[in-house]
């Protein structure tokens, strides 16, 4: 594999949600494999936290693995629920609220 990872097991099946924890009142992130092409990021909300508006130069895909989020993008709200997928285009304000705790893996692609 090409790709630096951070921990992920390489040629074999795991459950992805389980490589990154929940913390109480926390977002927490962990990177998965990092390319100039592109990234995969996992993220654990916590019931209630939220990224704040903001925008990316790259599209960007989020799966929901656990929980509820809604996703604001473009002033427009998008509830998600665990195995839904939703794709934020590039350069669209977009924010992140977790309505409960909720998992989800962020796919960057800059290419």
């Given at each position: 594999?090409?790709?630096e990872t ?14 990154v924890?929940y ?7 962990r990177t998965i494999?990092?390319q100039p ?11 209630g936290?939220e990224?704040?508006e903001?925008?990316?130069p ?8 656990e929980?509820?989020v ?18 934020m285009?590039?350069?669209?304000p977009?924010?992140?609220?977790a309505?409960t705790?909720?998992k989800?893996l ?6």
């Amino acid at each position: 594999m090409n790709a630096e990872t951070k921990g992920a097991p390489a040629a074999e099946a795991f459950v992805m949600g389980d490589l990154v924890q929940y913390g109480e009142g926390a977002v927490v992130s962990r990177t998965i494999v990092k390319q100039p092409t592109g990234t995969l990021t996992l993220f654990a909300f916590d019931q209630g936290q939220e990224l704040s508006e903001h925008t990316a130069p790259f599209d960007a895909v989020v799966e929901v693995l656990e929980g509820e989020v809604v996703l604001t993008i473009g002033g427009k709200a998008v509830r998600a629920t665990a195995g839904q997928t939703v794709i934020m285009p590039a350069n669209i304000p977009h924010a992140v609220k977790a309505v409960t705790r909720f998992k989800m893996l962020l796919t960057m692609i800059r290419s």
